[in-house]
């Protein structure tokens, strides 16, 4: 690293939420030890793994506990949350799971940008690994997002309603914009996480222009996600049922506007707000019928021996054939993309498989357990 570089990662928090994953907190000490950033690890588990404050043998790495004091877990994590998003003081933050992290090469580059003034945050390439007995697996997870003009517009409605591109979850910010999004997002619950999840995203776009790279950003530990949600995003809108959460979803997203946009009239939010709700309506019963015969189909068709089904995929279309995947017919079919031979050789990968592989007793004794 430079003495830029340097000096422009000191002026990176990274904010590392945790719950009763001492592993996961001992393989991140390790791999953010030895870089010019701070750290802070809120942990809301009942005990404690590590002494509160700067941890030993380290310059930057603090550890908060936060054990739970007569309080639901969705309010102790707002407590967290709330407290990370005050310890935001330095020019850059983020928030990062206790399980991935970001590449060097990723944090310059995207520090580097944010620098110019010219963006608000920046996301990018992901890897998604899986731990084995003696290898770590890797895929490029997200391989569809990629740089998008209207995600970096000016116009607040053009990115409201640009619905493609990366969430942003795990991004790197200008220290104010994470603290709004964050204070306004998470300053009512709702009882589905996906309603959360998109107001989050929603509020992002209100106060960010983003910046997508196609350098190795992310490393993320792999996660089973369930095939389908029981209820939709769009369902909070049409769903009569929802009623009273449609309301304050809107009034979050009217609350970030009048902050992020204080020039926009209320005439002019309400109607940017009703714009946006407008989009979601109840889906026509035939297309619910047409996907369901589409996914009976696909599961008869499973059911064939392999050399039946073999014949049938290459009778196909070569554009039914791309959409289906291969001739096992799944119903939810997501091609499986490999990241390039460049980037498994990315120093930060190489660094975060040898913590990952590292003995349990190597790594407590390395942070001072």
């Not at 944090?107 to 963006?119: E, F, Q, S």
């Not at 095939?227 to 049922?241: C, G, M, S, Y």
């Not at 490999?338 to 390395?366: C, H, Y």
Request: charged residues 30%; negative net charge.
């Amino acid at each position: 690293m430079t003495p830029e570089e340097v000096e422009l990662l000191s002026q990176l928090t990274i904010v590392i939420p945790t719950y009763n994953r001492p592993l996961e907190l001992e393989r991140s000490i390790e791999y953010w030890r030895d870089l010019p950033v701070t750290v802070h690890i809120l942990d809301g588990s009942d005990e404690a793994f590590f002494a509160d404050g700067l941890q030993a043998g380290t310059e930057r790495i603090f550890y908060h506990s936060f054990p739970n004091d007569n309080e639901t877990a969705m309010e102790n994590w707002g407590r967290r949350l709330n407290f990370g998003t005050s310890l935001m003081k330095t020019k850059f933050s983020a928030l990062c799971c206790d399980d991935d992290v970001f590449t060097l090469n990723g944090l310059i580059k995207a520090l580097n940008l944010i620098d110019g003034g010219i963006v608000d945050a920046v996301d990018g390439k992901t890897g998604e690994y899986l731990v084995g007995e003696k290898q770590i697996n890797w895929i490029h997870k997200y391989p569809h997002w990629q740089d998008e003009p209207f995600r970096l517009s000016e116009s607040v409605r053009e990115r409201l309603f640009f619905d493609k591109g990366g969430h942003a979850f795990y991004a790197i910010f200008k220290s104010e914009r994470l603290a709004s999004v964050h204070s306004i997002s998470s300053s009512d619950d709702f009882p589905v996480n996906v309603w959360k999840s998109m107001l989050k995203i929603v509020i992002t776009r209100i106060f960010c222009r983003v910046k997508f790279i196609d350098d190795l950003f992310w490393l993320k530990c792999g996660v089973n996600y369930p095939e389908a949600r029981p209820i939709k995003f769009a369902q909070l809108f049409w769903d009569e049922q929802f009623e009273e959460h449609k309301v304050k979803f809107l009034e979050v997203m009217a609350k970030a506007l009048q902050v992020a946009e204080p020039m926009m009239t209320d005439t002019q939010r309400s109607d940017l707000v009703a714009a946006y709700a407008s989009q979601f309506t109840r889906p026509k019963r035939s297309t619910k019928v047409e996907i369901r015969v589409k996914a009976g189909l696909l599961k008869i068709l499973g059911r064939f021996p392999e050399s039946v089904r073999s014949v049938m995929f290459s009778a196909l279309p070569e554009s039914l054939r791309e959409r289906i995947g291969n001739s096992e017919f799944q119903v939810n079919y997501k091609p499986v993309v490999q990241l390039l031979p460049k980037d498994l050789r990315d120093e930060s990968l190489v660094k975060w498989e040898r913590v990952l592989l590292m003995p349990r007793e190597e790594l407590r004794l390395r942070a001072n357990i």
